[in-house]
């Protein structure tokens, strides 16, 4: 069955990203759904980043490319006894994304928000970045 | 026409929604497929676990029948202002249901459902009186 929601696995895993908390080589990562929307002055993308808590997300900046990294803590039911998983349709992971913005960004005044398990960056562009309305006078 | 085909109603019944929906220019008729859930459980009780980010609590019906679960949702799709632009769109939106049994039927008043982090979590119990009983053996 396809589904709408169906994560995109990446290849990599958690460990050969730039930082590595100690976690286990084999947690697997994930390419989140991504809405990016420009606003002129600004650049405004959602992840969907279910699971993940609001003190483990690293946003890095590095030239015009956006890296998001959001931790997801391994929280699953526990399977002991005669409690056995009935359906696995999902795993849980890391997600990771980078974008190539396209535009000089201002880094130190990217606002982060995590609402519901959407995760906001609102992304201002540097001041040379963006395009200047000119107004042409006739003689 | 084939006179040896076999009546089939099912046939039937899907061909007149086939014909229904591309008068209204949908795609095949269901609603967009639900999320994927985890459900991890045993014989008298079971966890169900489904990813779904932003969604408006109000807008999400969990219901119980039996053994079978029903999830409902909606998520707004947004559209930019004026001088906004989309560069990418990947999140899916709009309303979805999954339907979900299991191996036991759901005590609906003992059912709890958690949102948190958008993941919805659903603690799902067999009634008391469902469950086997043992029964001590009185030797005569």
Known sequence: ????????????????????????????TFRPHADVVDR?????????????AEDRIDVTVEADELTVHAHVELDEPAVEGDRKFQRREYAVGDYVRSF?????????????TLSDGVLQLVVPKAASAVSKKITVKAR | MNALRTFNPWQELNDVAEQVNRAFGRTPFQLPAGPAVNVVGGEHSAVLTAELPGLDVEKLDVSVERDVVTIRGERESTTPGEGESWVRRERPVGAFERVVRLPFEVDGNTAEAVYER????????????????RVSVRRV
């Open chain 1, 40 to 52: 002129g002055g600004e650049i405004v993308v959602w992840l969907d980043v279910p699971g993940a």
């Open chain 2, 118 to 133: 958008g993941v919805l979590t659903l603690t799902l119990h067999r009634p008391e009186e469902q469950k086997p009983r």
């Open chain 1, 100 to 112: 190539r913005l396209g535009h000089e960004v201002d880094r130190d005044r990217i606002d982060a």
């Open chain 1, 1 to 28: 069955m396809e589904n709408t929601l169906a994560k995109n696995e990446t290849e990599q895993t958690a460990c050969e990203t730039t930082e590595c908390r100690g976690e286990s080589a084999s947690r697997r």
